[in-house]
């Protein structure tokens, strides 16, 4: 991101000190990652009746179901990109 080639072809950094080369990619992909996860978040706000103070003692507040399946996809991710 702060390194560049100049016109000579030598790289050079704009902030001072040794530049820094991501081979992977994966700088790129985790704040694509990230900024993809807030938007979503944004999106579909807080569950419904989770701020309800008449609600608070009926409401549940985990799935197992989807906490199952959540791991079955991280699981299916690590083992996929590893």
């Not at 080369?21 to 944004?42: E, K, N």
């Amino acid at each position: 991101i702060f390194n560049y080639t100049n016109d000579d072809g030598e790289r050079e950094s704009i902030v001072k000190g040794a530049p820094l080369q991501d081979f992977a990619g994966s700088g790129l992909v985790h704040l694509v990652g990230g900024i993809g996860a807030l938007c979503g978040a944004v999106i579909v706000g807080p569950r419904v009746g989770r701020w309800d103070v008449d609600k608070q003692e009926e409401f549940e507040g985990h799935s197992i179901p989807f906490c199952v399946l959540g791991t079955f996809f991280l699981w299916f991710g690590w083992y996929g990109f590893n």
